[in-house]
């Protein structure tokens, strides 16, 4: 049958053969628009408002440091003669860590020791002829009185009595400042022995054996020693417009690159005042940035020193609060074309049109925002977005900045 129909078509005159396709492309279309199309999309696209929880953070990040360190340095000049420590060296206090070359101030000692001596028998000289002198003022003294003697040998004695004692005094300040290049000397030698002031972890070595150092007016750094690795510190540089939102106590999370995955715990210790103006720097931001530390704990030394920590501060954290979706906060009806001063959303209720309704937004998250007033209950249906991608969907109001903070869903 078919068969017979094709043939016959085939055979029909041109005209006829276009009518008949023109009436089964009609078909088609029919059916295809009243039978095959899909549903109809809702003009808006709906959310509900939901309780959560929700935390405003501030982002930072900044290097681990042992959270105390000493610089150890020497206080005098010299060959570095051995090394007793290196890296990762456990070290008490008291341990020798160096020795430099004595010889110089060995030199030193001596010829101090010397002049100690000589200033110490001078001042024994000096001593008698103040004593002779002295005997022979008082003696000359008592003649003159009697009027056995002229006033001028009186005062001869009396001359000769206070040179010696002039004398007697540079003689005894000679013995000190001797007595003090002595101290000086010995001192100087025990400082060859490099010495670590506390108990604790060699971090940096800077000299080798051979190497000469100078200590002239300021002192050479020989090694940094860590007091204790397992309690360490991040030093996190914090814009001024989050520093306000910063407080002793909150709780901060940071990750580090070599843990890929893992989250590490901390506690904001102390905000300090000292600040970084980069504003004038042409590789930085500019912008005024303060510094934020947080304790973190290394009970097992995975945290080494230098590593740079990712960090998220927790400035609020709220529950059991009202959500709604950011993108709510920013839609308007395409058939809106009011502008407003405050912030609002738009509410879907049964049988009646779209209505704006202003609200007082807290923490702005990364995807929700905290209601904290407003005609918005839990379970209210708000627009987030049109359907009509003709529509434009502008912006009734962007709402403030209120950090970077994220939702934490319960």
């Known amino acids: 049958m078919l068969k017979r129909v094709f043939t016959l078509f085939m055979k029909s005159r041109w005209w006829i053969k276009l009518i008949v396709l023109l009436v089964l492309i009609v078909c088609g279309w029919f059916i295809k628009a009243h039978f095959l199309a899909a549903p109809a999309l809702p003009p808006y696209r709906i959310a509900k408002v939901e309780k959560g929880d929700i935390a405003d953070l501030v982002e930072a990040s900044g290097p681990i440091n042992p959270v105390n360190t000493t610089q150890v340095g020497a206080l005098v000049s010299g060959e570095i003669l051995k090394i007793y420590v290196d890296y990762n060296s456990e070290v008490k206090k008291g341990d020798l860590m160096a020795v430099i070359d004595q010889t110089q101030i060995l030199a030193s000692l001596e010829e101090a020791k010397a002049s100690l001596s000589s200033a110490k028998e001078n001042l024994a000289s000096a001593t008698k002829a103040y004593e002779h002198a002295k005997l022979n003022f008082q003696r000359y003294q008592e003649l ?21 004692k002039s004398s007697l005094n540079a003689a005894q300040a000679s013995v000190v400042r ?6 000086t000397a010995q001192k100087n030698l025990s400082n060859t022995q490099i010495v670590s002031p506390i108990d604790g972890v060699v971090l940096t070595r800077k000299v080798s054996e051979g190497q000469t150092i100078t200590a002239g007016f300021s002192t050479p750094e ?5 007091q204790d690795l397992t309690k360490m510190q991040i030093e996190a540089k914090v814009s001024e417009a989050d520093i306000v939102k910063i407080k002793p106590g909150q709780k901060a999370t940071f990750t580090l690159d070599g843990y890929m995955g893992e989250k590490f715990n901390g506690t904001v210790r102390q905000v300090r005042t000292n600040y970084v103006d980069s504003s004038s720097s042409s590789n930085s931001s500019s912008g005024t940035s303060y510094t934020v530390i947080v304790d973190v704990s290394n009970e097992d030394l995975r945290l080494k020193p230098g590593m740079t920590a990712t960090m998220t501060l927790y400035t609020q954290d709220k529950h059991d609060v009202l959500l709604v979706p950011n993108e709510a906060l920013r839609f308007s009806p395409s058939f809106n074309k009011k502008t407003y001063d405050t912030t609002g959303v738009w509410k879907m209720q049964r049988g009646q049109e779209p209505g704006r309704v202003d609200v007082t937004i807290g923490i702005i998250g990364t995807k929700q925002t905290e209601i904290v007033s407003g005609d918005v209950q839990e379970g209210d249906r708000i627009i987030v977005g049109e359907n009509n991608l003709k529509s434009s969907g502008m912006t009734s109001m962007t709402p403030p900045r209120g950090g970077m903070g994220g939702p934490r869903r319960r």
């Open 144 to 164: 003159y009185k009697k009027e056995y003697v002229s006033r001028v040998t009186m005062e001869e004695y009396e001359l000769a009595y206070v040179n010696a």
């Open 178 to 183: 001797a007595q003090s290049n002595v101290d």
């Open 222 to 226: 020989l090694f940094v020693v860590a």
